[in-house]
């Protein structure tokens, strides 16, 4: 049974002797050098050995920072032997029981960073709540959860977020919401005051295209009591992804793009050249640049296809 146990004087010469996977030395600190931080920030942090039975396998330090404020998880590792055993998936289920104790402060919000090439953690990460903040320092992409919170679907039972198909009623804040990204990132890229201030308005946006039944039927929008974002997707194609401004860097870009994966096999999208913010996001998402592009109609920019590795067309 996989289990916790604190770094002591007992134990961490086995800490020492981990080791990471060939090719992994990149990903993580080693345990020599996490446990001497522990010892500078000894007042908020906790390290442990992961155990498989008697037998440490891991490593992971929670700190708490004060400033923020927010519980950290640092250095999580698996020995070189002992993974692919579902280790780490369980650990890290009791390191968030470890912080739901509150050990050394009251704040709910749990922050980590992954190398943006370790798929398989991050896929881990995922499937434990976290979500990417936006922040992103020397290819560490940043991730967080809020205890107790997390995002849904409409056919599961929750009071809390619901990514739901679209309904009529929702086309003017659905349209709001393209008309504020389109004013604040397409206007710089194509430089049209007529088109973004004068012919581009919410009722235009939903008599012209949102409120046709064929858009709005393959529409879904993330609502957590206020509709804060929404999707379009046709067949595989991510046809429409847009956040609220006033709303970006919380996660739900990731959810809507996880929802638009996993429940509806979407497996490529078209993104304007230009759009670097965009482009980035679908690849920290395991989208790849197909070397396929395209003009936007009626315009001389160029849209560039980005899909997943596994996907073929």
Known sequence: MVHLKK??????LDAFNLRLAK?????????VRSLAQAYVYRDQCQPFG???????????MVVYDYDIPEYDIWHMMIDASSQGKGYGSAALTQVIDYIETKPFGDSDRVTLTCKQE??????????AGFVETGVEEDGEIELSQILGKKFVNAEEKSNEVTIRRAKSNDLSRIAEIFVLNNRIHYFPIFQDPEYSFS???????INHYFGKEEVLSHTYVFDDGLIKGFIQIEEKEIVKLYVDP??????????LIQFAMEDK??????????????????????????????????????????????YES
């Open 199 to 205: 012919e581009l308005q919410v009722v235009s946006a």
């Open 246 to 255: 006033f709303f970006q860097k919380a996660g739900i870009g990731h959810a």
């Open 118 to 127: 370790n798929q398989i953690a991050l896929k881990l990460y995922h499937r």
């Open 50 to 60: 992961i155990y498989n039975e008697d037998k440490m396998v891991g490593y992971v």
């Open 23 to 31: 090719g992994q030395e990149s990903y993580v600190s080693h345990p």
């Open 265 to 310: 096999d979407a497996a490529y999208v078209w993104a304007l050249e230009k759009n670097i913010g965009a482009i980035s996001f679908y690849k920290r998402h395991g989208f790849c640049l197909t070397g396929k592009k395209k003009y936007e109609e009626g315009t001389t920019e160029y849209l560039v296809k980005l899909a997943l590795k596994n």
């Open 7 to 12: 770094i002591t004087e007992d134990n961490f």
